[in-house]
């Protein structure tokens, strides 16, 4: 084990086991539904809450983790590092980057022993976990604190990401993205594609779609522009399509030079504004 501990939120969707391989702490988002309360990653898996959602009498709460939570990941890193690295979701997305700072701060004073940093990604969901990933292995194999952000800032500087959905109504419903409504009500069934380029922090809406095959073709053609003759890092996520997931990550695997290539879940706290049928690939290009 290294000398620098990384810490993430279960937004960063790491691919199952690898996360916990690398010795990368997770603070769980918590969501809400019918009154009860789950901790993301924990306490339901996102094929039991893709279950719940269609009969759930009021709308779904998500909240971030608190500055206890991250602080509670830190103490725990602290008996076995000497230092920490915090890396969260874009600030534009949700708290997370605040709380991990105020939770740094008072790290700083009662874990005097501890150094502390904290990122933002920039990104979200697996680009956000691929970002986790790089700086988890750059700790793993001995790096200094400033090797492992240095590590961390290049992914950032690279990491794409290009998604679809596979209904609008959840996000239609929540009020997040207002051409959702309009989409949602359109007489043609239209499957927007969405893309978070490095370090822009927000999700746009680059191509649209006249079904889910057009919209997964032309999301192989953003990263075939993107990742041009480059040997190819990424992970395929999901929220409950995993036979489409699996088909997308074979034809990834396919067309581009691959170094390595997950599957992974997307996280059932975002899932919950999302619904089901989220695919989405994140991925950065070395060479």
Request: hydrophobic share 45%.
């Amino acid at each position: 084990m290294g000398r620098v501990a990384v810490v993430t939120d279960s937004s960063a969707c790491l691919p199952p086991g690898l996360g916990a391989a690398l010795g990368v702490y997770v603070a769980p988002l918590r969501f809400c539904i019918d009154g009860r309360s789950y901790l993301d990653g924990i306490d339901i898996t996102a094929t039991e809450l893709y279950r719940m959602l269609p009969r759930a009498r009021e709308l779904p709460t998500t909240s971030a983790p608190t500055p206890g939570d991250y602080y509670a990941a830190l103490h725990r890193a602290s008996a076995t590092h000497d230092s920490a690295v915090v890396i969260t979701i874009t600030r534009r997305f949700s708290g997370m980057y605040q709380s991990a700072t105020v939770a740094a701060a008072t790290a700083r004073e009662s874990l005097t022993h501890l150094q502390v940093t904290v990122m933002d990604s920039g990104t979200a969901a697996g680009a956000e976990g691929l970002v986790v990933l790089n700086a988890a292995r750059v700790a793993a194999d001995g790096g200094r604190h400033e090797d492992v952000c240095s590590a961390a800032r290049e992914t950032m500087e690279r990491v794409e990401l290009v998604a679809t959905l596979g209904t609008l109504y959840y996000l239609a419903r929540s009020g997040r993205v207002p051409m959702a409504v309009h989409w949602a009500n359109s007489l043609v069934h239209v499957t927007p594609v969405f893309r978070i380029q490095p370090l822009s922090g927000e999700a746009k809406t680059v191509r649209v779609g006249l079904g889910r095959n057009s919209a997964l073709r032309q999301m192989l053609q953003l990263v075939a522009q993107q990742s041009r003759s480059g040997v190819l890092h990424g992970v395929v996520f999901h929220s409950d399509c995993l036979g489409e997931a699996e088909l997308l990550r074979d034809r990834v695997a396919d067309t581009f030079r691959c170094a390595e290539l997950h599957l992974s879940d997307f996280t059932p706290a975002m899932g919950i504004h999302t619904g089901p049928g989220v695919l989405g690939f994140a991925y950065y290009t070395v060479g």
